[in-house]
C-alpha cells in the first residue's frame, strides 16, 4: 500500500530499491526480530571496550550483512562515513595523547562507533518501505500514524511536482543548478523559487486530503478505523455492498 | 498532538517530508559536515510559524525522524529521531517564550543557532556512552555541534523573508505566528 514508485524518488533514496532483501516474503514479524537484532548489535557495541569484543561484534554484523545483502551504493556510502569517523576520531585522539598512545585508542573508539551505527543502517537500508512504516504504525497513535503515511504516500507526487517547478524556475533563469547551488548567496533564490511554492502546493494538498478525510468520517472515532467496502469490494467484484466503518 | 486540526498535522507532516527531499535531492556538494542542518532548522521553523501549536515543530521532527527511518536518509544510529526531535524542542521552547520570534531576524538567527547546535548534544551523548575521552569527546561534540550551528544559523537568515513571502500568499496567517 505504501511503496514508493522507485522511478520518482530522490538519488538518495534509489538505492534502497536495487538492495531490497528478501523480508517481503517472511512478513511483519520477522521485520520486527531483525529490528530487534539490530538494535542489541548496536547497544552492545556502546558496551563493548575490548578488542576481542569488538571483533565478535564485528563478526555479527559482517552475518547482518551476508544475510540482509545490501547494494554496492550502501556498502560505498559507508565505507565514506566510516573513514570520514575514524580520520577524525584518530586526529583527534593522537593531538590528545600524541601519535604513539593516541591512534591505537582512537581507531578502538572509532571502531565502536561504526560498530554502534551500521546495524540501524543496515536495517533501514534493506527493509521495504512499507514494512517499515507498518511497524512505526504498530506502535504509534493512530492520527500520527495516518499523517506519517498519507505523506509518505504522496512523494511521488511531491517529487513529481517539485520537479515541475524547478524546470520551469531554471527555464526562467533562477539559479538554482547544481552547480549555482555551490555559491550560498544562491540559496534565498532557491527558496524563493522553489520552497515557497512547494509550500503554498502542501498547504493546498492538506486542506483537499484532510477535506476526504473528514468525508469518510475519519477520526469520528477514537481508535483506528477503515471501511469495510474495501475488503467487500475485493470479493464481490468492486461492488460496495455493506459500507460500514469499523473501529480496529 | 490529537487536538491539533487534520490539515495541519498533514502540513506538518509535509514539512517533514520537505526536509527529507531537500536533504536527499539537493546535496550541497560542499563536504562540509552538518550542512543537512540548513534544511532541518529551516523546515522545523517554518512547520512552527505556519502552525501555531505547542510542540508543532517538534512533532515535525518526530514525522522526519520516522520519515528517515522508513526512506533511509541519513546516517542510521540509535540517536536518528534526537537528530530532528531535539532542534524541533529548542524552536518549540523559543516560540513559547520569545514574543515575535518569527518577525525579528535577529531572534531567528539565534534561535536558529541554537537549534543547530543541538547536534552538540546527541553526538555528546553517543561519545559517551561509548566511553571516548572527555577532552576528545568534547572536541568532537564541539566539531560536530559548531559546523550544524553554523548551517542552522544560515537557515535562520532565511526564515522571516520566506514567512512574509508566506504571509503574503495567505499560507501563513499574518497575526497567528506569534505565540499564545
Redesign the interface.
Known sequence: MLLIDSKSRPKGCQARSASKITLNRYGRSTVWVWFVVALVLSFLAFGAKTVVALTWLSAGDMVLLIVHRPGRRFLRRMIKVMCWQVALIVSLYCLRFGYAAGWLSGLTTAWQLCLAFLPGAIFIETVPEHLITRMLTDVMPSRPAFVLATCLNFIPMIIAEAKSIYQGQVLRGARILPKDLADPRNWAEMLNCLVVPMMIHSMKLAHEIALAAKARDFGIMKGRTSWSWEADSCNNGGSRRGTRMEEQ | ??RI??????????????TL??????????HI?GHAM?FTV?FLF?ARA?VNRLLAAS?TG??AG??A?????G????M?FAKFILPGLVIDLAALLVPGLFQSTILCLMVAALAGSSKFLDTWV??W?????K??ML??AL?EGGTAMLFGL?AGL?VV??IR??QS?G?IPGKSVEPV
Open positions: 498532538m490529537s486540526p487534520l490539515k495541519e498535522s498533514l502540513f506538518l507532516g509535509f514539512c517533514a517530508v520537505f527531499l531537500f536533504r536527499a535531492l539537493f546535496r550541497l556538494h560542499l559536515p540548513f529551516f517554518m505556519s512533532f518526530m514525522l520516522m520519515g527511518l522508513v526512506l533511509g536518509i546516517k542510521a544510529g540509535p536518528l553517543v561519545d556512552l561509548i566511553g571516548m575521552d577532552k576528545v572536541q568532537h566539531f544560515i532565511f523573508p520566506v513571502k508566506l500568499h499560507v
